[in-house]
């Protein structure tokens, strides 16, 4: 119960600190992992630490909520049977579901576990012993994704089933390797159609009106991403800015913004990446003012290099933002 309790506390804990964004924890999952099970019973049966060797499967899926990752995480693990000076050889099989609430920190994600197990007992744990039972059981851990795909975790779980009068008290400290399924590329955003001219009556026979349309991109350059991250650096601030101050100005045009990647990754990795860079500009601008339904974004992944994806400063060039926009200029012509 007290490490219940614990894991409970740190839960509400990560409810209310803030972190970046959980995109990269976010989707279908499945995992393996091996440990170190240490258990002891208390109740009739004399207590007596022990430990063995634990393996143990999950899988799950995981929603990004903003700034922390909620999902559902379904285990099974299996705890060989060590030497227990009370009983003799003990060992019990564990599987459940429950909830996994992260707070992804670049690469890094912190979570807490809590949920509903099945623990049934093996050698001097079955039958009348203990035989099995359902608890709640609770965890931390913490994980690293070091490719698009891929993660490492460290993780503690700990239960405490009871039956026929026996308590058992488990807990696994284990390390594994999780792979995560690459989502569907992004679907693009759909290019908002202009509307036509108007057609504006002449208030001469011989005048008429006629619109110039200029173009003007603005690139938000590489340094204002990290490698395998959507989190805009403080040196986007100077650039964005001169975009806000244009909307405020021509607040009739519209913006887009194209997202783009360096060549590592998958394409699919990098299209969904590239999306992500574009609507964290898109956000950005929203929250300096700028109505939504003016801005478009798109994920162009490795497409349009600027620079040589071959060095290190090529790449970080290429880890950038476009932003384009339009600007229309009415003004009469005289028609001969």
């Given at each position: ?173 284990s ?6 399924f ?19 009556p ?8 006629k ?9 938000i ?19 964005l ?10 607040p009739?045009?519209?913006l ?25 500009v ?24 600027v ?8 790449r ?8 384009h ?12």
């Amino acid at each position: 119960m007290k490490h219940t309790s614990i894991a409970l506390a740190v839960t509400a804990a990560l409810l209310v600190v803030s972190g970046a964004r959980a995109d990269d924890f976010s989707g279908a999952y499945v995992g393996a992992k091996i440990g170190s099970s240490r258990s002891d019973t208390s109740g009739a049966q004399p207590s007596s630490r022990a430990s063995a060797t634990t393996y143990g499967l999950e899988g799950g899926y995981g929603w990004n909520l903003g700034k922390t990752m909620l999902g559902v995480d379904g285990f099974y693990d299996s705890n060989d049977q060590t030497y227990h000076a009370a009983l003799g050889q003990l060992g019990s099989h564990v599987y459940g579901l429950g909830l996994k609430l992260g707070l992804p920190i670049n690469s890094l994600m912190p979570y807490a576990k809590l949920g509903y197990a099945h623990t049934s007992g093996t050698g001097a744990l079955s039958g009348n012993t203990f035989g099995s039972a359902n608890s709640m059981n609770g965890g931390l851990g913490l994980e690293y994704k070091f490719a698009p795909n891929w993660s490492v975790a460290g993780e503690w779980t700990t239960l405490s089933p009871s039956s026929n009068g026996t308590k058992l008290n488990n807990d696994n400290f284990s390390i594994g390797v999780n792979y995560y399924f690459a989502p569907p590329p992004a679907a693009a955003a759909a290019e908002p159609a202009s509307a036509p001219a108007a057609a504006e009556p002449a208030p001469q026979p011989k005048e008429a009106w006629k619109v110039i349309m200029e173009e003007k991109p603005v690139r938000i350059e590489g340094a204002s991403f990290d490698t395998n991250s959507a989190k805009l650096k403080p040196t986007a601030d100077a650039k964005l800015q001169q975009v806000v101050d244009f909307a405020r100005q021509y607040p009739d045009a519209n913006l887009r913004v194209d997202g783009y990647t360096d060549s590592r990754g998958s394409k699919a990795y990098n299209l969904k990446l590239s999306q992500r860079r574009a609507d964290a500009v898109k956000a950005y601008l929203v929250k300096k003012g700028i109505a939504a339904d003016r801005i478009s974004t798109q994920g162009y992944g490795m497409d349009n290099p600027v620079a040589d994806n071959k060095t290190v400063a090529g790449r970080a060039q290429n880890r950038r933002v476009e932003v384009h926009y339009t600007v229309r200029e009415e003004k009469k012509v005289r028609v001969q």
